[in-house]
């Protein structure tokens, strides 16, 4: 599989490359966002993008936006800026993860695996119907009250875990386990923003997401009919 790596030091390129090389991947370059948009529209088979936020040209806010507007490929955002506002405008700009250099390479690469599990195609007929609510795996769609909802990759992975559980409370651990496919670290910012993103797209139905204070979060289907 392609894999996409933008960064505008090329230390950076050949270090994340090396190491998704050994893992069996084909690597991608782009010194910039302008140029990681060409690379990508001529490679429309790339299963994965590391994209780098600070870059001349073209920086990774705005190149995840062009993408985003016709493509649900899974990006990974990396970069040296660590402070929430930051992690939450990749997160709304439609980032699936975001690792703060410094990084290790192989933590990196297994986010990378790990990511790349989870985006691919689930079973045929996989389907959940719940409170109005319908997502459908095979063609990675979900409808609310017959309207289709335009989600990112990780809302359909968390909305699928959720509903998957309906009437179980879930801790923030066991959905950063399950959604994220790495160990729970005492943050929550990243599920949480998730959650009010999912919430918001869903309407009046992200009233089916129950908020546990302390603990987590549950979808429940009969909760919203009592």
């Known amino acids: 599989m392609k894999i996409l790596v933008v960064d505008d030091e090329s230390r950076m390129r050949k270090l994340v490359g090396d190491f998704l090389t050994r893992s069996g991947y084909e690597v991608l370059e782009a010194g910039n966002g302008e140029e990681a948009l060409t690379v990508f529209?001529?490679?429309?088979?790339?299963?994965?993008?590391?994209?780098?936020?600070?870059?001349?040209?073209?920086?990774?806010?705005?190149?995840?936006?062009?993408?985003?507007?016709?493509?649900?490929?899974?990006?990974?955002?990396?970069?040296?800026?660590?402070e929430e506002h930051d992690e939450l405008q990749g997160f709304d700009l439609g980032a699936d993860e975001y690792v703060t250099k410094p990084f290790s390479p192989r933590a990196l690469v297994a986010r990378v695996e790990a990511l790349l599990r989870r985006s691919r195609p689930a079973e045929k007929g996989a389907k959940l119907e719940l409170g109005g609510v319908i997502l459908d795996k095979d063609a990675h769609e979900v409808r609310v009250d017959g309207k289709l909802l335009d989600l990112s990759f990780k809302e359909f992975e968390l909305l699928s875990y959720f509903?998957?559980?309906?009437?179980?409370?879930?801790?923030?651990?066991?959905?950063l386990r399950a959604v994220w496919n790495y160990d729970y670290y005492g943050?929550?910012?990243?599920?949480?923003?998730?959650?009010?993103k999912l919430r918001s797209k869903m309407g009046e139905k992200g009233n089916l997401i129950h908020t546990i204070w302390g603990f987590g979060y549950k979808f429940d289907e009969a909760g919203e009919k009592e």
């Open 41 to 82: 529209h001529e490679n429309d088979d790339t299963a994965l993008i590391i994209m780098d936020v600070m870059m001349p040209i073209m920086d990774g806010y705005q190149a995840t936006r062009r993408i985003r507007e016709d493509s649900d490929v899974p990006i990974i955002m990396l970069t040296a800026k660590s």
């Open 163 to 175: 509903m998957e559980n309906n009437g179980k409370a879930l801790s923030r651990e066991m959905i």
């Open 187 to 196: 943050d929550a910012r990243t599920i949480d923003t998730h959650v009010k």
